[in-house]
């Protein structure tokens, strides 16, 4: 049980440190900015708004998967 104690806060400590890395240090290339294409700009645009879309009409949407996936097991 004991080593398994020590292995456990070893992992831990490793992967607090992956995290810290990932969501505190500062990187130096943190002022540039992300090039991103038009045709990126345009999907993130379209998948934007169908989500916006799906979470404002999202009773009529449930409803009708609902009704589809009753029908496929009765």
Do not use: H
């Not at 292995?7 to 831990?12: E, M, P, Q, R």
């Not at 002022?31 to 989500?51: C, N, Q």
């Not at 916006?52 to 009704?67: D, K, Q, R, S």
Request: glycine share 10%.
């Amino acid at each position: 049980a004991l080593v398994g104690v020590i292995n456990a806060i070893v992992a831990l400590y490793y992967y607090l440190m992956v995290v810290k890395v990932m969501y505190v240090d500062r990187s130096a290339d943190e002022e540039k900015p992300i090039p991103v294409g038009g045709a990126y700009r345009w999907a993130l645009v379209i998948t934007s708004f169908g989500v916006i879309l799906l979470g404002v009409i999202a009773a009529p949407v449930y409803n009708w998967a609902l009704e589809a996936g009753r029908g496929l097991l009765y």
